[in-house]
């Protein structure tokens, strides 16, 4: 299984990226000399600007707020987008969509906004609206590219939204909305502890020593959460794995109709005697350099799609709705590189009548 609108979260950082380039543009031909009583207020936002190329955007927030604070003057709707785009991008989707629609009501034909805003709805699980503003940006003729994306988005977005009355994302787990749909599997009591493969990663380009780590940490971090009643042990012979951990730097091997992907876990399910869904194994492939030209990859990026995809592996076949979870659909300004409450409570509520491998004091 794959995250399905992963893609969602990299067009969220592209695209609302691409209001960023927009915005800087525009100030860049307004730049003011050293003379103009607005020089101050530009000098902060060029240094903000910096940051935000830096993905420093704590920081960028402070310049662009000082800049704010100077407010009106003519760079206030670009001042208000691009504090929009940094308090998405550091968590805050609400106070970004405070931002936004300053920055819309400042200059109303900012279509960049309308598809920030639809992000940020998008984020908060509120769907409907997502809809609303993506339909918006799509009638106001975005880029073909971005048009295309944007009826995707739209598409899946109509989905949900019919389920939002079926799926509650404030609940203790996520684990009836995935049986509901039948997406829920486990590994036989027989098959724990689980073997693992992880290729060595020599010669695959953009690879980093550190991914190894990443990736045994997040077995780490699903094991605590279950209970330690899932356990693995590292093993030197592929064939004889359950679980292969295995890097690319070809998109093409994440598989068809994934384009924004950067990882996929390739599980096995088979049926068991009592018809009950066992998992036989699984691949998991990560991608180890930016899926788009010019894009970046960064360590928590790639902490969090470890996570994501091993728990597919596991058995977590689905998504969560709520936008905070490491298995929501998509990837999250509200995620850490971490498991919420929620995801432990769903991987324990799966294996909740296995036995604990070992006691817990043992790993602590």
């Not at 031909?29 to 000098?43: A, D, G, N, R």
């Not at 944007?150 to 509650?168: H, P, Y």
């Not at 599997?185 to 060595?200: A, E, G, H, Q, T």
């Not at 905070?324 to 509200?334: G, I, K, P």
Request: hydrophobic share 35%; with cysteine.
């Amino acid at each position: 299984m794959v995250r399905r609108w992963l893609s969602l979260g990299i067009l969220a950082a592209l695209t609302v990226a691409l209001g960023v380039v927009f915005t800087g543009e525009v100030l860049a031909k307004k730049k003011s000399s050293s003379e103009s009583p607005y020089h101050h207020i530009y000098q902060l936002y060029d240094q903000a600007w910096k940051l935000m190329q830096e993905e420093k955007n704590v920081q960028a927030r402070m310049f662009l707020e000082q800049a704010a604070s100077y407010d009106p003057s003519p760079y206030s709707a670009s001042i208000h987008d691009n504090l929009g785009y940094v308090f998405h991008k550091i968590g805050n989707p609400q106070r970004a969509l405070a931002e936004y629609e300053l920055a819309l009501r400042l200059d109303p034909k900012r279509k960049e906004v309308l598809w920030g805003l639809a992000l940020c709805y998008d984020d908060l699980g509120d769907y409907i609206r997502a809809v609303e503003w993506a339909q918006r940006y799509l009638d106001a003729g975005p880029k073909p590219d971005m048009a295309e994306s944007c009826r995707a988005f739209i598409e899946t977005a109509r989905e949900l939204a019919s389920k939002q009355g079926l799926i509650d994302p404030s609940l203790p787990d996520y684990f009836d909305a995935m049986q509901s749909e039948g997406e829920l599997c486990r590994w036989p009591p027989d098959k724990l502890p689980l073997k693992v493969y992880i290729n060595s990663g020599r010669g695959v380009q953009g690879y980093k020593e550190s991914y190894r780590g990443f990736f045994i940490d997040a077995l780490d971090r699903w094991s605590k959460a279950s209970g330690y009643r899932i356990g693995y042990t590292i093993v030197q012979d592929k064939d004889s794995a359950d679980v292969v951990c295995r890097w690319t730097n070809a998109p093409a091997d994440l598989g068809e109709g994934h384009d924004n992907t950067t990882g996929k876990a390739f599980t096995h399910m088979l049926q068991s005697d009592d018809g009950k869904c066992e998992i036989g194994s699984s691949e998991v492939v990560m991608l180890t350099v930016p899926r788009h030209a010019g894009g970046t990859l960064t360590d928590e990026e790639f902490r969090a799609t470890c996570l994501h995809e091993l728990g597919h592996a596991l058995g977590l076949g689905g998504h969560s709705h709520n936008s905070a979870d490491v298995m929501y659909y998509s990837s999250s300004s509200r995620q850490l590189p971490a498991l919420t409450r929620r995801d432990k409570a769903t991987i324990q509520h799966l294996y909740n009548d296995y036995q604990p491998l070992v006691s817990q004091t043992e790993n602590q």
